[in-house]
């Protein structure tokens, strides 16, 4: 009878060896030498002070803010269900980046993928899934009106595939006043290089956000991840981080970007003062659309001032924004208008937006763990990190 | 009387190679009329779709399987579509009917116990015998990669490829990928392959051992799409299926290769232990 029991001994040594593996694979890798000590200032001047590198790295990007999980296969969605659909879910991506001026992204899909690639003033736009591809001649001036402070990201605002961190730190960093406390954690490894801890948490309680915590690579100075967590989340509301990345410069090829025979090419004109408005298309990144769905949700919410302006500037002139509260607390109102009308329509006839979206007394509250938007019933559109009875209130007292 | 036919039969096998008792078992799969039906109903695959593509009328983009669009403008999408079509259903369908075929179908046809009578021990039957399913593992999706290409360049125009990045590259290098595709899903057939032999080592009915091997695959994949198994899914040995896509990029994005592989070894080691702890105790009476 033993010996009978010695021949299942394999059967029973293999899963716990996987399992033991699995379990060892999960723990946090001790780094090397462990980085001198900084002050949180000491860190953001590294932030700062970081030069556009070449890199080649795969990003992931996992949200649970509370938008249903979309469809990833069949046709694609276009418009603001695009957008939902990059915010909500699981994504990889892959980053190329050779100095300023050359940027590739691919968004790495099921059975497709979509591209941003940058070389000079050239971007193109490419879906597989359509077999579309989109070009645009970047004025000579662009990447400078979206410099944020010393930061310099290129390309910024104009692939608007997938934000990089760097992307997310610098508006995330942008935001630090008063209002907030920011302080260094211990150290933590990020695609296996030790990174500081910098953690964001908002000094008041009148916010949806716990806190944001950004690893800045010790060497370089390159944020690495930005996780965003809400209250009442134990499991970050937003993450996205590097898992794979070299700074070593990525092969001059893959910016040589000419559309493939058989795709349907879009020529787009780009007005020559802010890369801002490309009508009639589709990519996710759609500006215009991005005003009437949160602004990339994030960081619509957290720097109100700095982001908001910009992002509905095509719109600007028929009606402003007005924000009521200060810092964390903001909400933004955008007045009644042709793009709110169309946003309220477009609420109330996508059918995934409308799961998305619950009635409330006097209009329409699009809730998710870390912004809340209230589209009233007289086309004003409010918006803000808050509990959603601050935008009711906030609606009610015009 | 079952302790001693373990010690009678499981004797440390002499030190023989088990290269002809290979060859003999290769040579009784690849004959077998039902394998090469299989093969023809895998080939038939691509031929029908090309033929139904070429008759018609043009394919609008982002309807029907991805990649169908495609086929019009390059008949080398044929393979590529042709493997699609086959990874949820076709090709687990025919490994699970190899798989589940191997002990059992030795023990329901009664021939089991004269393998084990010859010098032949019965850990080396057992690898002979998945090796075998790996060879089908092997050749299945290169049949349907093949013949889809074959069917394509006689049926289509043959030119540069567009890959899912949108950069072109050379027909000779596209059939480098189309064959990539192919060891792609040979590597994600084998944890199949390992399911089915320890399924059918379980019984002497080989169509029961083929149905549950199949059920098997069916069920992965149907938990697969359950967002509530999420946590599960990275374990699933279907979880990787249609990461073939990777080696459609510019450039190749290998990870998903590489996770597919360990996880596929995962499984052969697992089920390969699981199988080798029954055969080993099994009373073998027929």
């Known amino acids: 009878m033993t010996r009978k029991w010695l021949r299942w001994m394999p059967a029973a040594a293999v899963p716990a060896v996987i399992a033991a593996a699995a379990l060892a694979g999960s723990l946090p890798a001790s780094a090397g030498d462990p980085l001198p000590a900084k002050t949180p200032q000491e860190v953001l001047a590294l932030v700062a002070h970081h030069s556009a590198p070449s890199l080649s790295g795969t990003l992931e990007q996992t949200s649970r803010i509370g938008l249903p999980e979309l469809p990833k296969t069949g046709p694609s969605a276009g418009g603001a269900a695009s957008v939902l659909e990059l915010l909500s879910g699981p994504h990889t991506a892959r980053v190329f980046l050779d100095g300023p001026r050359n940027v590739r992204v691919q968004v790495l899909d099921r059975l497709a993928e979509r591209n941003a690639v940058r070389s000079g003033d050239e971007v193109w736009l490419y879906s597989s899934r359509d077999n579309t591809a989109t070009h645009l001649t970047l004025p000579a001036d662009a990447g400078r009106h979206h410099d944020v402070g010393q930061y310099k990201h290129p390309g910024a605002g104009t692939d608007g595939v997938m934000p990089t961190p760097e992307d997310l730190a610098a508006r995330f960093l942008a935001a630090a006043d008063p209002t907030t406390e920011i302080s260094v954690l211990p150290e933590v490894n990020v695609a296996g290089r030790a990174a500081y801890n910098l953690v964001v948490t908002p000094r008041t309680e009148g916010t949806l956000i716990a806190s944001v915590a950004i690893a800045v690579d010790g060497q370089s100075g390159l944020p690495l991840s930005v996780e965003l967590k809400a209250r009442g989340q134990s499991e970050p509301a937003f993450k996205l981080a590097f898992t794979s990345l070299s700074l070593e410069a990525p092969d001059a090829s893959l910016f040589a970007f000419s559309p493939p025979p058989g795709a349907t090419v879009k020529e787009v004109e780009v007005p020559a003062h802010g890369t801002g408005s490309l009508p009639g298309h589709r990519w996710p990144g759609h500006r215009t659309e991005e005003g009437v769905v949160p602004d990339a949700a994030v960081p619509d919410a957290v720097t109100p001032d700095a982001a908001v302006p910009e992002a509905v500037a095509p719109d600007a002139a028929a009606a402003r924004p007005t924000v009521t509260g200060t810092g964390w607390e903001s909400v933004v109102e955008f007045p009644a208008s042709a793009a709110s009308a169309e946003a309220g329509a477009m609420m109330s006839s996508d059918p995934l937006l409308q799961q998305a979206a619950v009635a409330v007394p006097g209009g329409r509250l699009f809730s998710t763990a870390v912004v809340n938007v209230l589209f009233t019933d007289d086309g004003r559109v409010f918006a803000g990190s808050v509990p959603a009875d601050r935008l009711l209130t906030a609606a009610a007292a015009r | ?286």
């Open chain 2, 1 to 286: 009387m079952p302790n001693k036919e373990v010690v009678a039969t499981d004797a440390p096998a002499k030190a023989s190679s088990g290269l002809p008792l290979l060859a003999s078992e290769l040579s009784v799969l690849f004959r077998r009329r039902r394998t090469w039906a299989m093969l023809l109903a895998l080939a038939a695959v691509p031929v029908l779709m090309a033929i139904a593509v070429r008759v018609s009328s043009a394919v609008p983009p982002g309807r029907g399987p991805a990649f169908l669009d495609r086929i019009t403008q390059n008949g080398l999408f044929v393979g590529v579509t042709a493997l699609l079509v086959c990874v949820p259903l076709f090709l687990p369908l025919t490994v699970g009917v190899v798989a589940g075929d191997t002990i059992a179908g030795e023990a329901g046809l009664g021939t089991l116990r004269y393998l084990l009578v010859a010098p032949a021990g019965r850990v080396r039957l057992l690898l002979v015998k998945y090796a075998g399913a790996a060879a089908f593992c092997i050749v299945a999706p290169l049949v349907v990669a093949l013949a889809g290409a074959g069917i394509g360049t006689a049926l289509f125009p043959v030119g540069p490829v567009t890959l899912l990045s949108g950069d072109v590259i050379t027909p000779g290098e596209a059939v480098v990928r189309l064959l990539l595709v192919a060891a792609y899903l040979t590597v994600s057939l084998l944890g199949l392959s390992a399911v089915g032999l320890f399924l059918s080592t379980l019984t002497d009915v080989p169509v029961g051992a083929m149905a549950a091997t199949i059920v098997a695959s069916v069920v992965s994949q149907v938990v697969g799409e359950l967002p509530q198994l999420e946590w599960l899914h990275p374990w699933l040995f279907s979880h990787y299926w249609f990461g073939f896509a990777d080696l459609l990029r510019q450039p190749i994005a290998w990870d998903s290769f590489g996770s597919n592989a360990l996880l596929q070894a995962g499984y052969i080691a697992v089920f390969g232990a699981l199988a080798y702890g029954r055969f080993v105790t099994k009373d073998v009476l027929s």
